[in-house]
């Protein structure tokens, strides 16, 4: 970066990033994909089986970034006041006075998403979207900034309500955790063993400041006419054939927005000052496939949402 201060806020991202490595075995596209998210001021959904390390994710992230944080285990039977606050009576003023939920902090992890109701799922919705809260017809802003990073577990069906595409849509990326390989494996096992005997490593930390300013100099990061015409032919490729016919709700303008915000933070973690069309088809999948809707006969012949944005890759010339 030409600036000095930018330089001093890319390489604190760049300590962060390196914090994150240190505690997570294997999972760097996850590690890279939460800074994304926190350059790009976007949410993140993350899915796995149990015991990849998704809650360790944010928590880690959480005692780095030096931003308030809070969590919510969703269950069946979580009302939305148990998120976004409600309003308490107050003897002494005679008064009700609004007392702020977990969702009135800069990192939020939702733990398993999808066992929360639906009138839950509105209200995170919200707050999502709008970056506030409304309860008791008054409006209450969030924090700034302010990131969701929720978890779903996809093995399990009982007592889940799936995420409505409004929803997803709302998630900045969409991130599937696969098994660690046996390498992986044991370096975990080493990791842990240190971690209990007391001598695992120091956390960095950067203040809401230089998130802030890393955000801005991470949207300022140049985005070339050809790329973003680039970006514009993967989403028109999900309304138009050959694709069309196995997608039933194509990719929304909101997909380019992210699709932009992605490469440029992408780029700008690896130091340069303009995206690449390598930056486009590496955050692709992840910020498109949860944006798409296949239709009954896709989903019989086996085809993914992921596949067919693979496919749309590869049938279409970067510049």
Known sequence: MPETGSALHAQKIASLGETLTAGLIGHDVLIERLLIAILAGGHVLVEGAPGLAKTRAVKLLAAAQGGSFARIQCTPDLLPSDATGTHVYRPETGSFEFSPGPVFHNLLLVDEINRA??????????AMAEQQVTSGGETHPLPDPFTVVATQNPIEHEGTFPLPEAQLD???LHIMLELPDAVAERQILDLVEAEQSGTGGAISSLDLGDITAARSEAMA?????ALRDFIVRLVMATRDEPF????DHPVSPRGSLALAACAKARAYLR???????????AVAGDALSHRLVLS?????????ARGIIADILSATEAL
Do not use: C, M, N, Y
């Open 244 to 247: 069309r016919s196995e997608i």
């Open 117 to 126: 109701p639906p009138k839950v799922q509105s209200a995170l919705l919200e």
């Open 170 to 172: 709302r998630f900045l």
């Open 271 to 281: 130091g340069r000052d303009h995206a690449l069309p390598e930056d486009v088809e």
């Open 221 to 225: 990061v140049h985005l070339s006419p």
């Open 296 to 304: 009954w006969r896709a989903t019989a012949d086996g085809r993914t």
